[in-house]
């Protein structure tokens, strides 16, 4: 894959076991939907398995998807809510998303383009798995899919002020760069994201809300990592930290604006 858009959908290392699904989760319909995308569809085994696009890739353990989508969810239920989803891989988290938000929500998804037509064939139900899903075909007025560089889209983005509600990314942003101050800074004030922050072997998933007042890591993961020109690696007082609290006041003041006396 070559550098200037995310890597796709990532490896996974040691869930923990998961707490009660939510009663709002389909729990079961979630994991057919999995099933038909061709992840593993098993809730507590964490087996990647390998995505269908030539850059490579995998999906990820249902494991990992189903504790962000459960941090997620409140917002989701929104009416009209805005998606972004960086990295998007085969589409199984548009798809996971879309079938639990409310009507009148919309995702957009960023990964490298060859992604795109494997997303677009599983979402659209074209791509001829025998697999039944109950949510499958999705409207395709409801998912947009953009190939090339994130960051260049958020880029522009910024300039035009367009911000989402709900941000997921399925791989990991280095932390000595700016890619997740850029990444979050196209959150609304009052959306959540989840996110996974870090370099290999060292890395976290992050649940973030009310503008970096609540940030809590769910779990240590291995995905792969964000590449952009675009982000190049920034002097060591730059980098964000990993310690939760410590991330959630870096985000408070480097993404909200928010003066330290605050915090």
Not at 28 to 50: A, C, E, I, K, W
Not at 166 to 180: F, I, K, N, W
Not at 185 to 197: D, H, M, Q, Y
Request: hydrophobic share 40%.
């Amino acid at each position: 894959a070559s550098i200037g858009a995310f890597q796709g959908l990532a490896t996974y290392a040691a869930a923990e076991p998961l707490a009660a699904v939510p009663t709002a989760m389909p729990l079961h319909d979630l994991s057919s939907l999995h099933t038909y995308f061709g992840g593993d569809s098993s809730v507590y085994d964490n087996q990647p398995m390998r995505q269908r696009a030539r850059s490579g890739g995998t999906i990820s353990a249902l494991s990992v998807q189903i504790p962000a989508l459960e941090k997620l969810l409140p917002y989701l239920k929104l009416p009209d809510v805005e998606v972004l989803d960086l990295g998007f891989g085969s589409g199984v988290m548009i798809a996971m998303m879309l079938a639990v938000a409310s009507k009148g929500s919309r995702v957009t998804g960023v990964d490298l383009a060859d992604k795109i037509p494997v997303a677009r064939d599983n979402l659209l139900g074209t791509a001829g798995s025998t697999s039944q899903c109950p949510f499958v075909p999705f409207d395709e007025e409801i998912f947009s899919l953009l190939g090339g560089d994130a960051f260049e889209y958020i880029h522009s983005w910024e300039k035009d002020n367009k911000k989402f509600d709900v941000l997921y990314a399925g791989c990991s942003m280095d932390h000595r760069t700016e890619q997740l101050q850029l990444f979050l800074g196209r959150l609304k004030a009052g959306g959540a994201a989840v996110f996974n922050l870090g370099t290999q072997g060292r890395q976290g998933m992050y649940f973030v809300a009310d503008e970096g007042r609540v940030c809590e890591l769910l779990m240590r993961v291995n995905f792969m990592m964000a590449e952009s020109p675009m982000t190049p690696p920034l002097e060591k007082r730059r980098h964000a930290p990993l310690e939760p609290q410590q991330l959630g006041q870096w985000i408070r003041t480097h993404v909200f604006n928010h003066p330290p006396a605050e915090l």
